[in-house]
T-cell receptor
Framework: GAVVSQHPSWVICKSGTSVKIECRSL??????MFWYRQFPKQSLMLMAT?????????EQGVEKDKFLINHASLTLSTLTVTSAHPEDSSFYIC???????????????FGEGSWLTVV | AQSVTQPDIHITVSEGASLELRCNYS??????LFWYVQSPGQGLQLLLK??????LVQGIKGFEAEFKRSQSSFNLRKPSVHWSDAAEYFC????????????FGKGTTLSVSS
């Protein structure tokens, strides 16, 4: 079935550097992808909605310049954490919907998640 | 405001006993409801979803959930819990619009005692 893949699964970076996380829809086209952040033992918080070919829509409180989102194709969205700091350490998860919105509902898929540790 | 409430932060159930995890939602449009499970350090796995039709939905791993519109609830149940069911469970709500993200509850941690 349709799968959403994230890469890397784990990444450690130095404070002040930037790190990119990729989210790919493997066998369907996703005009919209979503990026979530999850702190340990907490729920998933929506960071932004990534729209193919246009600017991402960020949730209140999320810094656009810090969390850069690029959705350059119908199968790839990237999240770049710029000038990372230890407080950015978290679990980042992307999701995408396949199919058109119809009465039966379309299907939502989640990536495996990416653990970011900033040291 | 749109929201999902999972009243129980942590539940402990004996292995073999029945389980019910509560979920209440507040949503302006017709809700599409989901239950996900997350093991430590892992991503999300979809247990079941409700879009329309029969209000009792069956999912994987022996789970089921019942949509009750009058109570704005979508509780998750399992008749006999296994030790491997210990995990974090999230209820989520969305709609049928492709550009709408899911809203998640805070989650319920399930522990299984022997």
């Amino acid at each position: 079935g349709a799968v959403v893949s994230q890469h890397p699964s784990w990444v450690i970076c130095k404070s002040g550097t930037s790190v990119k996380i990729e989210c790919r829809s493997l066998d369907f086209q996703a005009t919209t992808m979503f990026w979530y952040r999850q702190f340990p033992k907490q729920s998933l918080m929506l960071m932004a909605t990534s729209n193919e070919g246009s600017k991402a829509t960020y949730e209140q409180g999320v810094e656009k310049d810090k969390f850069l989102i690029n959705h350059a194709s119908l199968t790839l969205s990237t999240l770049t954490v710029t000038s990372a700091h230890p407080e950015d350490s978290s679990f980042y998860i992307c999701s995408a919907r396949s199919g058109e919105a119809k009465g039966g509902g379309n299907t939502i898929y989640f990536g495996e998640g990416s653990w970011l540790t900033v040291v | 405001a749109q929201s999902v409430t999972q009243p129980d932060i942590h539940i402990t159930v004996s292995e073999g006993a029945s389980l019910e995890l509560r979920c209440n939602y507040s949503y302006g449009a017709t809700p599409y409801l989901f239950w996900y499970v997350q093991s430590p350090g892992q991503g999300l796995q979809l247990l079941l979803k409700y879009f329309s039709g029969d209000t009792l939905v069956q999912g994987i791993k022996g789970f089921e959930a019942e949509f009750k519109r009058s109570q704005s609830s979508f509780n998750l149940r399992k008749p006999s819990v296994h030790w491997s069911d210990a995990a974090e469970y999230f209820c989520a709500v969305g709609d049928n619009q492709a550009g709408t993200a899911l809203i998640f509850g805070k989650g319920t941690t399930l522990s299984v005692s022997s």
